[in-house]
């Protein structure tokens, strides 16, 4: 695949890297500071993310959003899982719904806009809430976040298994199917 010019809004150089490897091209990214809509729907987030980053760099881009819904809380806390994850415990999280069902969702939504194509690809996982938090690797929700057909949280996975659900949550397929052929 040739190169693109397509640039990765992301403070995060691990992600940029991990997005270009997948793609098989180098995927500039930029930090950029967007504001962030209140909403529990994902894609709602997303496109106001890559519309305002388009209009900031007039170029074409791709951004990206998670959540980790809980089922006995309604989907919450979904899109504001990293506002919980810097402010309350895992061990805190977790305790939150003892007592009732532990399923969850994690998701992923990707967002590609070039100033008149929008695109959406999303991906998403089901899995449960541990009961308590474990592991040490990972990033963010991973501690305390169990995938179907698994008996350990994310973080506690081994490389191929992390892998195998990551690509799962994170929609890297579809997207890069999508600017194959752009």
Not at 36 to 44: H, N, R
Not at 65 to 93: C, Q
Not at 96 to 115: E, L
Request: hydrophobic share 35%.
């Amino acid at each position: 695949m040739e190169n693109k010019n397509i640039t990765f809004i992301t403070g995060n150089q691990n992600k940029a890297d991990y997005l270009a490897k997948y793609l098989g091209f180098p995927v500039q990214h930029v930090k950029l500071d967007l504001n962030e809509i209140q909403s529990l729907d994902l894609k709602e987030i997303v496109e106001h993310k890559v519309r305002q980053a388009y209009e900031k760099i007039k170029s074409p881009v791709i951004v990206e959003d998670v959540s980790l819904e809980f089922e006995a809380l309604n989907g919450l806390p979904g899109p504001f899982i990293k506002f919980f994850v810097d402010t309350i415990p895992f061990e805190t999280m977790c305790s939150m719904i003892d007592g009732k069902t532990r399923r969850a969702r994690a998701k992923c939504v990707f967002g590609y806009y070039d100033g008149k194509i929008l695109k959406f690809f999303e991906g998403g996982l089901g899995g449960e809430i541990a009961e308590t938090p474990a592991g040490e690797n990972g990033f963010g929700w991973d501690t305390i976040f169990i995938p179907d057909g698994y008996t350990v949280t994310r973080a506690q996975l081994n490389e191929e298994d992390d892998q195998k659900t990551y690509v799962q949550i994170k929609p890297f397929a579809s997207l890069k199917e999508f600017l194959s052929k752009t």
